[in-house]
C-alpha cells in the first residue's frame, strides 16, 4: 500500500436504501394480490428507552416499506412463560407473518426459550435454533440480520471468499456465530476470536477478512490489518466508534465499513426484506 | 521434542469401556426403578452392508448394557415422507426413550427432513439441528456422538481449551461444525479448515489442537504437526489409516489418538450414555 492509501468505503446506507426500495416494492405487489399488507408483530418487555427507541424506528421504516406492524408492550414483570405464550399465539396467527423480540429482554426471562418460541417460518430476525441450523448448514431460512447484511455487502463488493481466511471477532448466537458459519458455507477458511483468545493480533494479521463483533471501541488496532484485506466492523460503541479502529485500518485495507453507515443500516433492511418474503411464502397460494 | 519423543496414545478403548459400564449401572438403576428398561430404536434404510454391521453392532453393545433395542428396517424404496412418518411416530412412541437414524439414508431421501422429525428429547445421536443449536449455544442437550466422544477424551486427559488454538478439519453437519462448536463453547480459538483452504499446512503448523475429521487417509502430514500438540484423529479409512500420519505425527505431538481405538469407540460409548441419559429424564418421576 502506498502512504496515501485509502480503502473504499462499502456504503451500507445506500445498499439498504436499495434493499428496502426493492422489498417496499414487493410489499405492495403482496398487498395488491392478495389484499393483506405484509405484517411484522414486535414484542417488547419492559420499557428499557434505547430499546423503546429500537423497536419505534423498525415500525416508521416498515410503515415506510408498506409493512404493517403490531406491536405488543409487555411489562417489565412479564414471565418466561407469559412471554412464551405470546410468542406463541404470534406464531399461530395467520395475520402475523413475522415476529421480532426485541432483546435483551432484560433479567428474570430465559431469552432462548422465549426465542425458541417463534415459529421457524416467522422467523425473521433469525434468532431461533433452527434458524441458526439452517444457515449453518446452508439451507434455505431466515439468517440473522445482522449477519444476513454483512454478507449482502461483501456479495455486493464482490468480495471473494472461496479459500480465504476470514476471522470473526466475537461468539454471540445471533451475530458472531452464525455469521462465521455463513463465511463458511461460502468456502471461507473461519476463525472464531474472543475474549479468550491469546493473540489477538497475531491472528487478526493473517486475515484476508475480518469481521469484528464485540463492542468493544478500537479492539482490533489498524496496523495489526493485512494491507489489502476486507474490514467489517459490526461493533457500535457510544460516540459513533466501531471495534474497529478506522483511521488506521482504512490506511491499509482494500474495503472498509465506516461506521455509522456500514453495518449498521443493513441490519434493518435484512429484517424488511425477511418480513416481506415471509410474507409471500405464508401468502402463497392466496388471491385477492 | 528429543529425536526419540513418543506421543502418549489417548486411550478411546479404555474409556469408552468404563463409560459403558457406567451406562449399564445406570440402565439397570431405571430398569429397577420403574419397571421400563431404557429403549433405543434404530432405523435403517435399505441393506448397505457397511450400515447393517453397524446397526447389529450398535444393538448389541445395547443388549450388553442392558439398553433394549427396536429396529425397524425399511426397503430402500421407502419415500422421504414415509421415513419422516416412521421417525414422527418413534418420538411419540413412550416406550421410545432414543432415535438412531443409521445414515447416510442413500440417495432419494432428505436426510435432513428425517433427522428433524426426530424428537430433541430421543435425539440421542445428536443429529437435529435443536441439537446443533443447544450444542453450539452450550445449553443443556444431547450432542453428535463423535464430537461428543472427542470431548471426553479431550477431558480424560486434561487437555487445556482455553485460549488455545484449535483446527477443526472438516465440516460435516454432525462431526466437524460440531465439534468446533463445543471447542468454541470452552473457549478455545476455533479454525474450520476444509476442501477448499488455501494453505492447510501453514494453518495446522500454529494448531495447539488438531482435529481431523474428513476421512482422506493421511491427509495431515506429521511434520506439520506443532510440538506438543494434541491431535485428535477422527477419520477412519480402508486399511486402519486415520486422517493423520501417525507414525511422523506421534514423534511431535504430545498427545494423539490412535486408529483404531482412538475416536472411533467413543462414539458407540456417547450414543449409549445418551439413550440411558434420555431414559432417565423421560422417565423421571416414574416409581415402578
Given at each position: ?189 473461519v476463525t472464531y476470536c474472543h475474549s479468550r483468545t491469546a493473540d489477538l493480533p497475531a491472528i487478526v494479521r493473517e486475515a484476508d477478512i475480518v469481521v469484528a463483533a ?15 484485506a476486507v474490514v467489517i466492523d459490526a461493533g457500535y460503541n457510544p460516540g459513533n466508534v466501531g471495534d474497529v479502529d478506522f483511521d488506521t485500518a482504512r490506511t491499509r ?36
Amino acid at each position: 500500500m502506498s502512504p496515501t492509501h485509502t480503502a473504499q468505503l462499502m456504503d451500507g446506507t445506500g445498499l439498504a436504501r436499495r434493499i428496502v426500495e426493492a422489498t417496499a416494492t414487493n410489499a405492495a405487489e403482496i398487498s395488491q394480490r392478495t389484499g393483506v399488507a405484509p405484517c411484522l408483530a414486535t414484542v417488547l418487555v419492559g420499557d428499557d428507552p434505547a430499546s423503546v427507541t429500537y423497536v419505534r424506528m423498525k415500525r416508521a421504516r416498515c410503515a415506510k416499506a408498506g409493512i404493517r406492524s403490531r406491536h405488543i408492550g409487555l411489562p417489565a414483570s412479564t414471565t418466561t412463560a407469559e412471554l412464551v405464550d405470546t410468542l406463541t399465539a404470534l406464531s399461530h396467527d395467520p395475520q402475523v407473518h413475522g415476529i421480532l423480540l426485541q432483546h435483551p429482554v432484560g433479567p428474570g426471562i430465559d431469552e432462548r426459550a422465549a426465542f425458541e418460541a417463534i415459529a421457524p417460518e416467522k422467523d425473521v430476525d433469525g434468532v431461533t435454533m433452527h434458524s441458526f441450523g439452517t444457515m449453518s448448514f446452508g439451507l434455505p431460512g431466515f439468517v440473522s440480520c445482522t449477519p444476513g447484511g454483512i454478507m449482502r455487502l461483501l456479495d455486493e463488493y464482490g468480495v471473494e471468499l472461496t479459500g480465504k481466511q476470514a476471522v470473526v471477532v466475537g461468539r454471540s448466537p445471533i451475530l458472531g456465530k452464525p455469521v462465521g458459519m455463513l463465511l463458511l458455507a461460502q468456502d471461507a477458511t473461519v476463525t472464531y476470536c474472543h475474549s479468550r483468545t491469546a493473540d489477538l493480533p497475531a491472528i487478526v494479521r493473517e486475515a484476508d477478512i475480518v469481521v469484528a463483533a464485540v463492542g468493544r471501541p478500537r479492539l482490533i488496532h489498524g496496523q495489526d490489518v493485512k494491507p489489502g484485506a476486507v474490514v467489517i466492523d459490526a461493533g457500535y460503541n457510544p460516540g459513533n466508534v466501531g471495534d474497529v479502529d478506522f483511521d488506521t485500518a482504512r490506511t491499509r485495507a482494500r474495503l472498509i465499513t465506516p461506521v455509522p453507515g456500514g453495518v449498521g443500516p443493513m441490519t434493518i433492511a435484512v429484517l424488511l426484506a425477511q418480513t416481506v418474503e415471509a410474507a409471500a411464502q405464508q401468502c402463497h397460494g392466496l388471491v385477492g
